[in-house]
């Protein structure tokens, strides 16, 4: 005959329970803010963005960009040869940030004074340049091989074109009639 362990008494058994809850309780609640945790050092963009009224995408490259953009054309400052090209743009477009790496400015991006900064620095501050390339509706400035260009609307409901518009050669601001687009001669110093 074996000797049997005493029987715990019902108070043991309470007490062993009560622990067992405390456990599990601990267990979950580690894992809920484990799961909270990750799901903030993730980023968790889409649901970010969508409290903040913004839309992101990205493309390896400008083939795909062309097939994938969203909300405006695709603007044609990013280069033909560009890669890891990155895009953050309120749902009514009125500001956009774009990245894109590689390849060179179109010819009819000007030098001119800084207008504006962008308005999300998920793809790096820019600082406060003095000069930026002015590409239509666009401001870029190089940082460390990698073009960082936005847009920020001048007046409610104003898009961006997609390519060159006409430009002061003094203030670097679009002029009034180049909301719809169109076409700037950079050597004539003057607007269309």
């Not at 019902?10 to 456990?23: L, M, N, Q, W």
């Not at 998920?122 to 940082?143: A, I, N, S, T």
């Not at 091989?145 to 060159?164: C, D, L, Q």
Request: with cysteine; proline share 7%; glycine share 10%.
């Amino acid at each position: 005959m074996t000797p049997q362990s005493p029987r715990p008494s019902r108070t043991d058994r309470r007490a062993g329970a009560r622990g067992s809850i405390r456990r599990r309780a601990a267990l979950v609640t580690g894992a809920a803010a484990l799961a909270a945790a990750s799901l903030l050092l993730t980023g968790c963009s889409a649901v970010m963005d969508s409290v903040h009224k913004v839309h992101s995408e990205s493309f390896d490259d400008h083939a795909e960009a062309e097939k994938g953009w969203v909300g405006v054309q695709l603007p044609e400052w990013i280069p033909a040869k560009a890669t890891d090209i990155r895009n953050v743009a309120t749902d009514d477009e009125t500001n956009a940030v774009i990245a894109a790496k590689g390849g060179d400015l179109p010819s009819w991006c000007l030098e001119m004074p800084r207008q504006g900064l962008p308005f999300d620095t998920r793809f790096g501050k820019v600082g406060l340049p003095d000069r930026v390339h002015r590409c239509g509706d666009y401001e870029v400035v190089d940082q460390d091989g990698e073009w960082i260009g936005w847009y920020s609307a001048r007046e409610p409901g104003t898009k961006p074109s997609a390519g060159a518009v006409s430009v002061s050669q003094l203030s670097g601001s679009p002029s009034p009639s180049s909301s719809a687009g169109g076409s700037f001669d950079a050597g004539s110093g003057e607007d269309d």
